[in-house]
């Protein structure tokens, strides 16, 4: 059995999945490691990067090729139900992690074991802090954002809560939901928790899975000595109109997972207007985004 399972999901990652690769492969040092790569029908030129690198690297390194895109969610089910190792690291193909990554990660989860998801510091690509970490989202959170009090009160943890803007991500701290580019993960966790839900295809299957992992006893945990550099966004900008619907119908169904009895009818309708409502206005803004 491999120390560590490396996940990573492919779409159109020509320009990024090599450096994330070297930095995995570098950074592994005396773990043994598996790497699994599942690529969700890209037309670029992912799989051959991939194919390249593969056949220089020490590890094992498997390929998946799906011939449709089946969603992040799907993809990650595929990487888990085929890893072996004792930990399993999910990462984003536009990540490279810094020197130091594993041993810290993977030091603090074998010493905590009331942890269950650790995920580290996210730096932009010119080095600043990149907020990473948020509360469970409720429906009046998605009021404070939406109607603006979040950013009058950006420190607030009334009206700007669910981002927590009052936190710096300088230092490290149990958090209820850090963003699913890179956690750390126990295999044993998963089958006791359970897959990622293949209802949230693109989004909010990170903050679904760190909530069952709550429930199920398992915290999750920001690491804020692990670091990585996250280029954002990177293939999410290639379809605007269709990830800002996508996002925000996963927003919905999340409240509708966990916002079942009769008395959260109301609130989840006036939730659905408005995510309808906001998806809306920014599409209508993107053609005056795109010329900054």
């Known amino acids: 059995m491999p120390d560590?399972?490396?996940?990573?999901?492919?779409?159109e990652n020509e320009e990024t999945i090599g450096g994330c690769l070297e930095s995995v492969t570098a950074d592994l040092n005396e773990f043994s490691a598996e790497i699994i790569l599942i690529d969700n029908a890209s037309t670029d030129n992912t799989l051959p990067v991939a194919h390249g690198f593969r056949e220089k690297c020490s590890h094992d390194f498997r390929i998946i090729k799906n011939l449709f895109n089946l969603g992040f969610a799907r993809a990650i089910n595929q990487g888990i139900a085929a890893s072996n190792g004792e930990f399993i690291l999910l990462l984003n193909p536009d990540t490279v992690i810094h020197p130091g990554f594993f041993l810290r990660m993977v030091s603090f989860l074998r010493e905590n074991p009331d942890v269950g998801i650790v995920a580290p510091q996210q730096l932009t690509a010119s080095g600043s802090i990149l907020p990473s970490c948020r509360n469970f989202p409720t429906h009046l959170s998605l009021f404070f954002n939406v109607s603006g009090l979040s950013v009058l009160f950006p420190k607030s943890r009334i009206f700007n809560g669910w981002k927590m803007g009052w936190f710096d991500h300088?230092?490290?701290?149990?958090?209820?939901?850090?963003?699913?580019a890179c956690l750390l993960i126990r295999k044993s966790d998963v089958e006791k928790v359970g897959y990622m839900d293949e209802q949230f295809r693109m989004f909010f299957n990170d903050v679904d899975w760190c909530r069952r992992f709550l429930e199920a006893g398992k915290t999750a945990y920001f690491l804020a000595d692990a670091k990585i550099t996250h280029y954002a966004g990177h293939s999410v900008r290639r379809k605007p109109v269709r990830m800002i619907f996508s996002s925000h119908r996963a927003f919905g169904r999340y409240f509708k997972k966990y916002y079942r009895k009769w008395y959260w009818i109301l609130p989840d309708l006036i939730s659905s207007i408005i995510l309808l409502f906001t998806a809306c206005i920014r599409i209508l803004l993107l053609p005056f985004c795109s010329r900054r």
């Open 4 to 11: 560590i399972s490396c996940i990573i999901v492919t779409f």
């Open 170 to 180: 300088k230092t490290s701290r149990t958090v209820q939901q850090p963003m699913g």
